[in-house]
């Protein structure tokens, strides 16, 4: 069996906005565009994406919530509808995804071993989430590489951060052990907005880039000081700092994909490459890329 490996980390955001502002033939509705430089940072992600020939992109998502447990997709053909519910105005997305079901078993088995409850998802007919397809439509329209798709247990919400990370640390680690013992190379999406202040009424035209700004000063400043320490590679700083974030900024990284990767990853002191960083409603979202294989530290085992 081949060595396992994970190539890289991205931090990739899933406003349905990008997919909207693109006008791909999935999505229903029409826009006159909008949101082009985090569009244009997507499309230079893409390419790093297209150059590491993964086997399969593993994301995981704040918006497929499942209150028991972390959940696997676990069907090897999905399809159908993708509907975000607060903007089902911009993204109404026919998706065709092809699932890598023995690495999602695998990394459920583990996180098991672990401690963790988790379960296989097994519906032929599920509808798989707007932050799912949102993340792996604008890292790979292309859908040609298979995925493991992972829920959002919410434990930081029904519990506290600190319990709820600690989760998804667990997580991570899991997830690198299945990675390695099935000989996959991987590459993982952190499906994370940063400062998540947000507007609360929509512009009469959605994509009218006038009216688009940071909803907060303090959330835009706490999303410069974190990209920054990330450019500077100083993540135990950044992890240090993500409870004061999360409070102050109302960060989606509360909802842990971007500690299950860095987990999954060992958390390297590693600089990120910065693609690119704008608001959607007021909400701060960076396209980042944390490159363990030029590191030399991709390989598992
Ligand atoms: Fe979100």
């Given at each position: 069996m081949a060595r396992g490996e994970i190539i890289a980390g991205f931090l990739a955001p899933h406003p349905p906005h990008l997919v909207y502002g693109e006008n791909p033939p999935q999505n229903e509705p029409r826009s006159q565009g909008g949101w082009e430089q985090l569009r244009w940072a997507y499309e230079?992600?893409?390419?790093?994406?297209?150059?590491?020939?993964?086997?399969?992109?593993?994301?995981?998502?704040?918006?497929?919530i499942t209150?028991?447990?972390?959940?696997?997709?676990?069907?090897?053909?999905?399809?159908?509808?993708?509907?975000?519910?607060?903007?089902?105005?911009?993204?109404?997305?026919?998706?065709?995804?092809?699932?890598?079901?023995?690495?999602?078993?695998?990394?459920?088995?583990a996180g098991r071993k672990a401690g963790l409850v988790t379960k296989m998802m097994r519906n032929p007919n599920f509808r798989v989430d707007y932050g799912t397809i949102t993340t792996l439509h604008m890292i790979r329209p292309q859908w040609d590489i298979p995925v493991v798709g992972i829920s959002a247990n919410n434990t930081p919400y029904y519990l506290n951060t600190k319990e709820g990370l600690a989760e998804m640390d667990t997580l991570g680690k899991a997830t690198r052990e299945a990675i390695a013992a099935t000989g996959r190379r991987a590459v993982l999406l952190a499906s994370n907005t940063l400062s998540h202040?947000?507007?609360?009424?929509?512009?009469?035209?959605?994509?009218?880039?006038?009216?688009?700004?940071?909803?907060?000063?303090?959330?835009?400043?706490?999303?410069?000081?974190?990209?920054?320490?990330?450019?500077?590679?100083?993540?135990?700083?950044?992890?240090?700092?993500?409870?004061?974030?999360?409070?102050?900024?109302?960060?989606?990284?509360?909802?842990?994909?971007?500690?299950?990767?860095?987990?999954?990853?060992?958390?390297?002191?590693?600089?990120?490459?910065?693609?690119?960083?704008?608001?959607?409603?007021?909400?701060?979202?960076?396209?980042?890329?944390?490159?363990?294989?030029?590191?030399?530290?991709?390989?598992?085992?």
């Amino acid at each position: 069996m081949a060595r396992g490996e994970i190539i890289a980390g991205f931090l990739a955001p899933h406003p349905p906005h990008l997919v909207y502002g693109e006008n791909p033939p999935q999505n229903e509705p029409r826009s006159q565009g909008g949101w082009e430089q985090l569009r244009w940072a997507y499309e230079r992600a893409r390419a790093a994406l297209d150059a590491m020939k993964p086997d399969v992109l593993l994301v995981h998502s704040p918006h497929w919530i499942t209150s028991v447990g972390h959940h696997f997709l676990g069907v090897r053909q999905l399809s159908g509808k993708s509907v975000d519910p607060i903007f089902p105005n911009l993204f109404r997305y026919d998706f065709s995804l092809e699932v890598d079901v023995e690495l999602a078993e695998a990394c459920a088995e583990a996180g098991r071993k672990a401690g963790l409850v988790t379960k296989m998802m097994r519906n032929p007919n599920f509808r798989v989430d707007y932050g799912t397809i949102t993340t792996l439509h604008m890292i790979r329209p292309q859908w040609d590489i298979p995925v493991v798709g992972i829920s959002a247990n919410n434990t930081p919400y029904y519990l506290n951060t600190k319990e709820g990370l600690a989760e998804m640390d667990t997580l991570g680690k899991a997830t690198r052990e299945a990675i390695a013992a099935t000989g996959r190379r991987a590459v993982l999406l952190a499906s994370n907005t940063l400062s998540h202040w947000h507007f609360h009424e929509e512009p009469a035209i959605p994509e009218d880039m006038s009216k688009e700004h940071p909803q907060t000063m303090a959330g835009y400043q706490w999303d410069m000081r974190m990209i920054e320490l990330m450019r500077k590679g100083r993540m135990r700083e950044v992890f240090k700092l993500l409870p004061q974030f999360i409070d102050e900024a109302f960060a989606e990284v509360k909802s842990g994909a971007f500690t299950w990767m860095h987990a999954a990853m060992q958390y390297p002191e590693l600089s990120a490459e910065l693609y690119g960083y704008g608001t959607v409603i007021g909400t701060g979202n960076a396209v980042m890329q944390w490159n363990l294989r030029d590191a030399g530290l991709s390989m598992l085992n």
